[in-house]
């Protein structure tokens, strides 16, 4: 198991697995269409809060 871990190949494949996954987060998020669904999330701690009364 020593050896698996200390291998330099796993270490690359694992940097390039998150970081591609990272990037995919990255354009997922930037989206043109997904603005305005962020301007909604962003107005809801301002929106008065109906269902306290």
């Known amino acids: 198991m020593?050896?698996?871990a200390a291998n330099?190949?796993?270490g690359m494949i694992g940097l390039l697995?998150?970081?591609g996954i990272f990037m995919?987060?990255?354009i997922w998020l930037f989206?043109?269409?997904r603005?305005?669904?962020f301007k909604d999330y962003g107005?809801?701690?301002l929106e008065d809060d109906?269902?306290?009364e």
């Open 2 to 4: 020593k050896a698996f």
């Open 35 to 37: 603005k305005n669904k």
């Open 24 to 26: 995919a987060i990255l």
């Open 31 to 33: 989206w043109p269409g």
């Open 50 to 52: 109906k269902n306290h």
């Open 17 to 19: 697995l998150f970081f």
């Open 43 to 45: 107005r809801i701690p």
């Open 8 to 10: 330099g190949t796993f």
